[in-house]
């Protein structure tokens, strides 16, 4: 299968969150499945060329946008330790800015930067003379590749026979455009906007919308979650829209690539460790630690729990926000997060840190390896978001034997399963109701476990045999494709 994934964030390239982690390992997998797969991305001003290998081609692409046209030039490199080729498009005007969406604000004109890119993806696949049997879009970015798909590209012998997926990793985020710039920048007319139509929500261009009515497939990135935005309370606004779209919404775990983020193979922490030699584990810790200024307050072996996140309301913030402090306070736990985003949390944090050094370890910014340093050295891990569409640092942390504390909604219901003392299964500790008390019992929960033999060492034993691989992932959605192509095609 001849597949294009388009994408606004790429890892290592460009990233934000896990979109880009999962950007990375499906074309990977596939590859190693035997398909064909290439990668599109916006060639940002903060991709580092050199360091990645990407060189210049000798392609540049003619980008109709209404009635003039824009240029775009073709960079090419490989997805690191692999043969899947990605192709970077270039304009300087739209993407040679700071950060990927804006800096810290969305840009003004992201409605036309992104449309700009949609539309490059058919002119670079023409130039490249790539013919793809399907062109796999994520989130509202891309979301209009798949109208595209439908209407201007339909005839052209290029797509004809191309079946367009669209993921949806996040329905928080959906592109809300000024009907008369969208429509004019993707030359459709103003007949095509009107109540109901597919690319119309509350009198604005939806472009989350637009993808969701276009695509032949929809995915999103757990199966709870595709259950949770049917309903009223966690549909955004779109539940209606999904579920119009019946069956054809389908939820597909996310996976970890483990040959990135596994304790066995991982270049990033200090000593590389398994299920079989968890002293390293514990070393990892104690020179994360160490390497922290922990003052007076030497204690190695007190529980630790980390944090790896964007800071947005997502993510659950506000929980922790009421209860960290007693529990530092108390001695109960170290604490440790890796994040950056919104300000009032970076003030909270900051603030953490000043009043409880030693215990409150934190890093604001955006930093891969202390990402890996904290999910291989903390015992612990909370991921209490509101919401999740899937998440992924809990997935990390399983295979690091590191626990997940996490509240059951989206994937992080998919993945993390309470422990059971009796019977020793679970790998997890996890809480329903979005409330101090209950988050603040899940992690007594887990307080209690840490220094409980045997549990202890089953629970992380536990964890450390998931399997949540990006191969598994990857599979389900080549059934996908195979399903929407014997739709397309009539087989
Ligand atoms: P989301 O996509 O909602 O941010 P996920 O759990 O799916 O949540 O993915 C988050 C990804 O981004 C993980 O790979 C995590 O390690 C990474 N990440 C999040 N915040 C940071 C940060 N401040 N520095 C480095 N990596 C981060
Ligand atoms: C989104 C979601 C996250 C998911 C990621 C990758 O950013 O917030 O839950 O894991 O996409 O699909």
């Known amino acids: 299968m001849n597949i294009i994934l388009a994408s606004a964030e790429v ?5 934000t969150g896990g979109l880009a982690d999962m950007a990375l390992s499906f074309p990977v997998e596939w590859k190693k499945f035997g398909q064909n797969p290439i990668v ?7 991709i580092d060329v050199y360091k990645w290998n990407i060189r210049p081609t ?4 003619n980008v109709p946008m209404g009635y003039w046209t824009e240029y775009g030039h073709v960079w090419y490199g490989k997805l690191p330790n692999s043969d899947v080729p ?4 270039e304009n300087a005007d739209y993407f040679n800015r700071d950060g990927i969406y804006g800096n810290p604000d969305e840009y003004h004109d992201n409605d036309r930067r992104f449309i700009f890119f949609s539309r490059a993806v058919f002119e670079a696949a023409k130039a490249l003379n790539f013919k793809p049997d399907i062109i796999h879009a994520h989130d509202y970015h891309t979301a209009f590749t798949m109208a595209f798909l439908k209407s201007h590209y339909r005839n052209d012998p290029m797509f004809d026979n191309t079946a367009g997926i669209y993921t949806i990793h996040n329905l928080a985020y959906q592109g809300w455009f000024n009907p008369q710039r969208a429509l004019d920048f993707a030359s459709f007319g103003s007949n095509d906007f009107y109540p109901g139509s597919w690319f119309e929500m509350n009198g604005a261009v939806n472009a989350m919308k637009t993808g969701i009515m ?3 497939k929809i995915t999103t990135v757990s199966p709870t979650y595709s259950a949770e935005i049917r309903t009223q309370g966690l549909g955004e606004g779109l539940h209606d829209v999904l579920n119009s779209k019946g069956p054809e919404l389908i939820g597909v775990l996310n996976g970890a690539y483990y040959k990135e983020w596994s304790p066995e193979v991982d270049t990033q922490i200090s000593l590389k460790y398994s299920e079989n030699n968890l002293d390293h584990k514990r070393i990892n810790k104690n020179r994360f630690l160490n390497e922290h200024n922990m003052g007076e307050w030497n204690h190695l072996e007190t529980p630790l729990v980390g944090m790896v996140t964007r800071l947005t309301d997502q993510k659950g913030i506000d929980l922790l926000m009421e209860l960290l402090e007693d529990n530092l306070y108390h001695n109960r736990f170290r604490f440790t997060l890796l994040g950056s985003g919104e300000s009032r949390y970076v003030d909270y944090f900051n603030y953490l840190a000043w009043k409880y050094p030693g215990r409150a370890l934190i890093h604001m910014g955006y930093n891969n ?3 890996h340093k904290i999910i291989a050295s903390s015992d612990f891990l909370i991921v209490p978001s509101r919401f999740e569409p899937c998440g992924l640092t809990q997935m990390y942390a399983l295979k690091y034997g590191t626990i997940p504390i996490v509240r059951q909604t989206g994937g992080l219901a998919d993945t993390v399963f309470e422990y059971d003392y009796e ?3 679970g790998n997890g500790f996890s809480f329903l109701k979005y409330s101090v008390e209950d988050c603040a019992f899940a992690l007594n929960r887990a307080m209690d476990i840490y220094s409980n033999e045997p549990h202890w060492a089953k629970i992380r034993q536990n964890a450390m045999r998931c399997d949540f691989s990006s191969a598994r992932s990857a599979m389900e ?3 996908v494709f195979n399903w929407a192509l014997e739709k397309l095609r009539g087989i």
């Open 423 to 425: 019977n020793q299964t």
């Open 58 to 61: 000798d392609i540049t692409i």
């Open 86 to 89: 990605i192709y970077f498009i």
């Open 11 to 15: 890892a290592p390239f460009a990233k």
């Open 40 to 46: 599109i991305l916006p060639k940002y001003g903060s």
């Open 214 to 216: 276009f695509a032949d």
């Open 477 to 479: 959605y080549l059934k």
């Open 369 to 371: 390896t202390i990402a």
